[in-house]
């Protein structure tokens, strides 16, 4: 069965300083990621997707991820991070149809000024 | 557009009390879901239901069911609450591309069930 890593609970980090949120899972013949934020008592939103094609991904927001096949991750950057970017984020893997979505445990970013 | 919406917000039962949680979406997905969230454990899907009329279940069903009422609609439902189900409850909805690909799934805000 798909499994997902993220290996970090917590990252604290100062305000414009870069991060790097870490995600493996297991491996599969084919898999779709995605990376999901959840801001403070609020529901998952989408963050970015890996489904086909490039092996970049890019949100609207100035995070990106990329798709490594070889080392089976997919860990989720930002080269400055904002006060706003405190959140929880939560990486995830499909192999099926139906979308069947495997959560990692969440890495909490808190941000500090 | 109000996307998935679940009520209620908060809940406090009792052990061995009934309850369902409601949950609607109306962007005309086929695919709805429930899962549940627990600290240190991220998200486990309960029950999914791909399609209008099916329901199927997740990693961690025991202890609930579903009701698909129609493509708007899906309901979580607790015969007997037990402190062991005192969590989060997030409902969710997606639908798959033309062309197969896996969609984006949608949550709703959750609702916080508190089981004494």
């Known amino acids: 069965a798909q499994s997902v890593t993220q290996l970090d609970s917590q990252v604290p980090v100062f305000e414009e300083a870069p991060v790097e949120l870490r995600c493996n899972y297991s491996?599969?013949?084919?898999?779709?990621l995605f990376w999901y934020v959840q801001y403070p008592n609020q529901g998952l939103q989408l963050l970015l997707k890996?489904?086909?094609?490039?092996?970049l991904v890019e949100s609207i927001n100035g995070f990106e991820a990329e798709f490594n096949k070889s080392q089976t991750s997919f860990h989720l950057r930002k080269p400055s991070v904002h006060i706003s970017d405190t959140a929880e984020y939560f990486c995830a893997v499909s192999d099926q149809r139906p979308d069947k979505l495997i959560f990692g445990t969440g890495t909490r970013l808190q941000v500090f000024p | 557009n109000a996307g998935v919406t679940q009520t209620p917000k908060f809940q406090v039962l009792k052990t061995g009390q009934s309850m369902t949680l409601q949950c609607a979406q109306d962007?005309?997905?086929?695919?709805m879901y429930w899962y549940r969230q627990d600290p240190g454990m991220g998200l486990r899907l309960i029950y999914y239901?791909?399609?209008?009329?099916?329901?199927d279940k997740g990693e961690v069903p025991n202890g609930y069911n579903v009701s698909r009422l129609n493509k708007r609609e899906f309901s979580l439902r607790l015969e007997s609450a037990a402190p062991s189900q005192t969590s989060v409850y997030f409902c969710?909805?997606?639908?798959?591309?033309?062309?197969?690909?896996?969609?984006?799934?949608?949550f709703g805000p959750g609702t916080r069930l508190l089981v004494l």
């Open positions: 239901s791909a399609s209008e009329g099916t329901t």
């Open positions: 491996s599969s013949v084919s898999v779709y």
């Open positions: 890996y489904l086909s094609g490039s092996t």
């Open positions: 969710a909805s997606s639908e798959l591309a033309s062309g197969g690909e896996q969609e984006t799934q949608y």
């Open positions: 962007m005309n997905h086929n695919s």
